[in-house]
Structure formats: structure tokens, C-alpha cells
């Protein structure tokens, strides 16, 4: 009777790390970049800040209006019935009005305009009545109402932005305020990405039934276009140990990180790991996922290494589960949107085997009520990259956890922020 080897249909095989322990250790082995560079802010989204910002004055700098109306001051709002109340002059924003305003006197004023000295109440021009240069205000009114406080937005030398910040629009608009046209940032890191495999063949070369076409590195040459990031293409490297060492040797040289596909299972051609073991060290190579199960990880030089699986649905799993955290590991990001994980019911029986974490490619959907439902994609083989196309979500199947039946609540992981 023949003794079966180790497998990736195995549940419980020796040696599987699990996928949080995975990622722990990836973690930890991943050093956040020290270097920074200077850039506009025009071209900072995307960015992560290097640099706390700091206020250097208060926003709003003086008190100003909210409205377009009329400002007075307080004790000339009635307590019953209406007071009537003369304009003496006009403030508009951007310009400071000097002018004494008494009680029983007021000012037309602007959005934004400063509120003259004294004045702590401004009503909105459908507040009152007016009849040429008399206004009529009853007690509807209330002091400070419609100011914007000197300092109610940032208050100065407060911090508003700290390092590690993921920088997004609302952020460029709140550096500008502030009067900064250049930040510090993180420098681009360098990534270095390959195919491997004798079967792999690039897109436009001649096709036939031993050849598939490269699918792997435009996935991730896709998923790493941001602005935060140099992608160095390595092409499509030949599935021999001499070659292959000989490359990751040189991209250590400027790369931060490597991430190669294929060639780290345990075939008589599978060549990666061999030359990762030879070039560096491996931190492990197998982890109990599905799909993603080989997936090599170490280091040449200072380069991390990732040696993804060769198939495609196997490599973007992989890479938004533990390659995409340690990228934002080495960048310093602190603050990003991020992938939520939400609960949803499965409208399917999903079968699952306890022992690894399985990732499911599914469609969620949301009710009017805010209900989320989700189902799988179909078919979820690790070559059946349609399946990803499909989906909008990971439902993500905890380790322990055995077949989900329909109507059971699971794990989802949207690809909203994680795209």
C-alpha cells in the first residue's frame, strides 16, 4: 500500500503554521522604513506623513461669521415683541471693519467676514425684517449664536496631523490651510516583482495548450500601482535554481521587498524556495490557508521575501492577507481606511473541514435595513480566477470552523478599502 506524502489537500498536515501566527511573525520580521523625502503637497495623497504637522496659528484666526446677516450685540435681543435696530455699516470677509458699533446699532455681514470687537450675535438675513437701513429682530436670537470661534476648528501648535498619517484629500485641504506647501513623507518603497515557471509565457508571445499566459505579475503589478510604491519588474524569471538565485541576489541590492509567484511547492521544478534557502533565510513555507497554502517567506539581504503560490486566485489572497500588511508595516501607516470585517449571513451551505483558515471569494449584498447577506462566487478553485472577478469580499472561514450551513453568520472581509 502506498504511503501518501504531504499534500495541499491535507487538513492537519505537520508543519502548517496557522495564518495568524503567519502573520505575526511576518510582522515582526518587517522594519518600518526610516527614510523620508520632501514633496508638494499636490502630490502627497496616497502618501504617509513622516513628520507630525503642527499648527502654527488658530483656524478660524479671528472670530467670523457663519451666515450672511447682521451682527449686533446680545443685550439688544428683545425678550418679548421686536426690536429695531440701525445699520451703520457693512463687514465682508477678508477685510476688518473698524467702525464703533453702539447698542441699538448693528452691521450687514458676510460669510467669513471678522465680527467687529464687542458684537456676539449674528442673525441670518431670514431672521429679520428690513426696511432700508432699520432692521426688525425679535427674541429668537441667542448670544454667539452663528459665530465661529478664533481656534474652533485647530487650535495652534495643536497637532493636527501625526506621523504615519495615510494621507487623503481632506488632509491635503486641512495642510493647505495651514499654509504649508511641502510635507514630509515616506519614501516610495521598492518592490520587485516575478513570475516564474517554464510554462509561463508573456502577454503577445505566440499561445499554445503547454503555455499559459502570465496573469500573476500583472495582478500584482495591479494591485502595488500607488503612488506610495516603485514597482521594479523583473519579468518572467526561468524556473532553474542558478538563474533565479542569481536574480534575487541582484534585486536585494535595491529592492525592499521581493515577491515572486511560483515555484515554492514541493515539485521536482519548484525552484524558489531552494534559492531563497540558498540566498537568505526562510522563516517558513507552508501556512494552513486555502487557498496560499506554499507560500515562502524570508529574506535576502535586507529584501523581505515573498514567495507567493502559482496559481492566481492563490496569489491575490496571499498578498491582501500577508503581504499587504507588512508593506504598510514598512511604511509607518497608522491611519488609513481600511477593509472592514463585517458579519453577514451565508444565503449557502459552504463546506469547510476544521484545521485552516479558508478565504472564500463571495458577493455580499446590503438590504434597505442595513442587513448583509453574502454568497460564494461558484466554483473556488485556485486557478479560477473568474472567481475573483466575480466577488466583491472575502468571506474569511476561521480555523476551528467546520462547514457553514445557509443562514449561519460568517466572517466577510469587503474589498472596499482593501483594493
Given at each position: ?107 450687514r455681514i458676510m460669510t467669513g467676514a471678522i465680527i467687529p470687537k464687542d458684537l456676539d450675535v449674528v442673525a441670518m438675513q431670514e431672521h429679520v425684517e428690513c426696511y432700508g437701513t432699520i ?95 516603485e514597482i521594479i519588474n523583473l519579468g518572467i524569471l526561468e524556473d532553474n535554481a542558478e538563474t533565479l538565485l542569481k536574480q534575487f541576489k541582484q534585486s536585494s541590492l535595491y529592492a525592499d ?104 471569494r463571495g458577493i455580499i449584498k446590503q438590504d434597505n435595513e442595513g442587513n448583509c447577506t453574502v454568497k460564494t462566487t461558484g466554483k473556488q478553485g485556485s486557478g479560477i480566477l473568474r472567481s ?32
Amino acid at each position: 500500500m502506498i504511503d501518501p506524502q504531504p499534500n495541499c489537500t491535507d487538513i492537519f498536515e505537520q508543519g502548517l503554521m496557522p495564518v495568524d501566527q503567519a502573520l505575526k511573525k511576518i510582522l515582526s520580521a518587517t522594519p518600518q522604513l526610516a527614510d523620508y523625502q520632501i514633496i508638494n503637497i499636490e502630490h502627497a495623497k496616497g502618501r504617509t506623513l513622516a513628520e507630525s504637522i503642527t499648527a502654527p496659528f488658530n483656524v478660524p484666526q479671528h472670530n467670523n461669521s457663519a451666515v450672511d446677516g447682521y451682527a449686533f450685540h446680545a443685550i439688544d435681543i428683545p425678550t418679548e415683541g421686536i426690536t429695531k435696530l440701525t445699520v451703520i455699516d457693512s463687514a465682508y470677509a477678508g477685510k476688518a471693519n473698524l467702525t464703533q458699533i453702539n447698542s441699538g446699532q448693528c452691521i450687514r455681514i458676510m460669510t467669513g467676514a471678522i465680527i467687529p470687537k464687542d458684537l456676539d450675535v449674528v442673525a441670518m438675513q431670514e431672521h429679520v425684517e428690513c426696511y432700508g437701513t432699520i432692521i426688525s429682530v425679535d427674541k429668537r436670537h441667542k448670544q454667539g449664536q452663528n459665530i465661529r470661534l478664533a481656534g474652533e476648528d485647530i487650535r495652534q501648535n495643536e497637532t493636527i496631523l501625526p506621523a504615519g498619517k495615510f494621507i487623503t484629500p481632506a488632509d491635503i485641504g486641512l495642510i493647505a490651510c495651514l499654509g504649508f506647501a511641502e510635507i514630509k513623507v515616506r519614501r516610495k518603497l521598492k518592490i520587485a516583482i516575478a513570475s516564474t515557471g517554464n510554462e509561463v509565457i508573456s502577454i503577445g508571445a505566440n499561445h499554445s495548450k503547454e503555455k499559459i499566459y502570465d496573469s500573476n505579475r500583472y495582478i500584482l503589478y495591479s494591485a502595488l500601482d500607488r503612488p506610495d510604491i516603485e514597482i521594479i519588474n523583473l519579468g518572467i524569471l526561468e524556473d532553474n535554481a542558478e538563474t533565479l538565485l542569481k536574480q534575487f541576489k541582484q534585486s536585494s541590492l535595491y529592492a525592499d521587498i521581493i515577491i515572486s509567484s511560483g515555484g515554492v511547492s514541493v515539485g521536482d521544478a519548484d525552484y524558489t524556495r531552494t534559492a531563497l534557502k540558498q540566498s537568505g533565510t526562510v522563516d517558513f513555507w507552508k501556512i494552513a490557508i486555502k487557498p496560499g497554502r506554499p507560500l515562502a517567506f524570508g529574506s535576502i539581504g535586507k529584501s523581505l521575501f515573498f514567495g507567493l503560490p502559482g496559481n492566481p486566485v492563490a496569489v491575490m489572497v496571499t498578498f491582501y492577507q500577508f503581504v499587504l500588511p507588512a508593506i504598510e508595516q514598512m511604511l509607518g501607516i497608522k491611519n488609513k481606511v481600511i477593509a472592514p470585517l463585517i458579519k453577514a449571513k451565508s444565503e449557502e451551505n459552504i463546506a469547510k473541514k476544521p484545521g485552516r483558515t479558508e478565504v472564500v471569494r463571495g458577493i455580499i449584498k446590503q438590504d434597505n435595513e442595513g442587513n448583509c447577506t453574502v454568497k460564494t462566487t461558484g466554483k473556488q478553485g485556485s486557478g479560477i480566477l473568474r472567481s475573483m472577478s466575480l466577488a466583491n469580499a472575502f468571506i474569511i472561514l476561521e480555523h476551528d470552523r467546520s462547514t457553514v450551513k445557509a443562514g449561519e453568520t460568517v466572517t466577510v472581509q469587503t474589498f472596499s478599502g482593501l483594493f
